[in-house]
């Protein structure tokens, strides 16, 4: 049996409301991936609604919602989210640093990071070597013969793009086979309208601060921003990572709550996921891809003998120079 009917025939055993939730903080994949999954459920015989926590920051999350008329509600507004109900999380897995667990019950978690281990899911996918969750979505619509909708196929070649980078990053055969499978479906006028509303002018001033700040060692770029969004930190860490002779990047911003790590690799020698669990190393928690990955450590957990910078650069370094001389 195709996987979107084992959930199909899952869902439908569920004793309540049914909730689709992406990571918080969702980003254009994540955005996509619920909005696929739950218009194709939808059209299976399965209502849900999808729920995120936090924030939509990015400009073009927000253009995303509008643009495609996507009905996303933050968990506060849900009034009837209970212990009853059953939640398939998307482009994440239970315990993941950018997930806030809800009183449901996640039965089922379709991602494409790192594998966190069993969880209890009754369905699971856990693709980590594709490079964006929409391509998954997008192959359940294949599964399951379903014409995804103009809306449904551009929102998803758009979280293929910007997950992989425009197919360069991290990118899998199934990324390039979905993109070809939705191409004939896309409004190609829609992704140039997002491409036009990636930033805001706040935004820029932000980028315009942070790269104030980027230091080379070698190959390794840093770069620090004072308490910005998640998405900028990743966003900025693109941009280090196209720098002539930079192939290796570690962004960080310090909040009241903690810092946030963000890291890239665009060489084979150096794992972003490996290089981001080395800095954060016994004080906080990270992980990811081979190409990009991110972390976290709670103010509380923060080694106070030395500043962030240096703490992050000795670490950093150390793991590279580790790495290279095996
Ligand atoms: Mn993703």
């Avoid at 989210?81 to 449901?104: A, F, I, P, R, Y």
Wanted: charged letters at 20%; hydrophobic letters at 40%.
């Amino acid at each position: 049996m195709a996987r979107i009917h084992e959930l199909v025939e899952l869902l439908k055993q569920a004793p309540d409301e049914v909730f689709v939730q992406p990571h918080n903080v969702p980003d254009p994949d994540a955005i996509a991936s619920s909005f696929g999954l739950s218009q194709l459920l939808a059209k299976l015989g399965v209502p849900t609604v999808v729920v995120y926590e936090d924030e939509i920051e990015k400009a073009n999350s927000v253009t995303m919602l509008r643009a495609f008329g996507i009905d996303m509600r933050h968990s506060a507004e849900v009034h009837t989210l209970g212990s009853e109900d059953w939640t398939v999380l998307v482009d994440v897995q239970k315990d993941n640093s950018n997930l806030t667990n809800l009183v449901t019950d996640e039965v089922a978690c379709i991602d494409h990071h790192q594998y966190n281990g069993p969880k209890g899911y009754r369905f699971e996918d856990v693709r980590p070597e594709v490079g964006s969750c929409s391509a998954i979505i997008a192959q359940y619509y294949q599964e399951a013969d379903v014409e995804p909708s103009p809306s449904v196929a551009t929102a998803l070649v758009y979280g293929i793009f910007m997950d992989t980078d425009n197919l360069t990053r991290g990118v899998n055969s199934l990324d390039i086979d979905m993109f070809y499978w939705l191409y004939r479906h896309v409004d190609i006028a829609l992704i140039n309208d997002l491409k036009a509303n990636q930033i805001t002018r706040a935004d820029l001033h932000d980028y315009a601060r942070a790269f104030e700040t980027v230091e080379v060692y070698g190959e390794i770029g840093f770069l620090r921003l004072e308490n910005a969004n998640d998405s900028l930190l990743g966003a900025a860490s693109d941009i280090v990572i196209t720098i002539s002779g930079v192939n290796v990047v570690v962004s960080y911003s310090i909040r009241e709550s903690g810092i946030k790590y963000s890291t890239r690799s665009v060489t084979p020698s150096v794992n972003a996921g490996a290089l981001v669990r080395a800095i954060v190393d016994g004080h906080g928690i990270g992980g990811g891809h081979n190409s990009m990955a991110g972390g976290f450590i709670k103010a509380t957990a923060m080694p106070n003998d030395r500043s962030v910078d240096t703490f992050t650069r000795v670490r950093a370094v150390g793991f590279v120079e580790r790495t290279k001389s095996e």
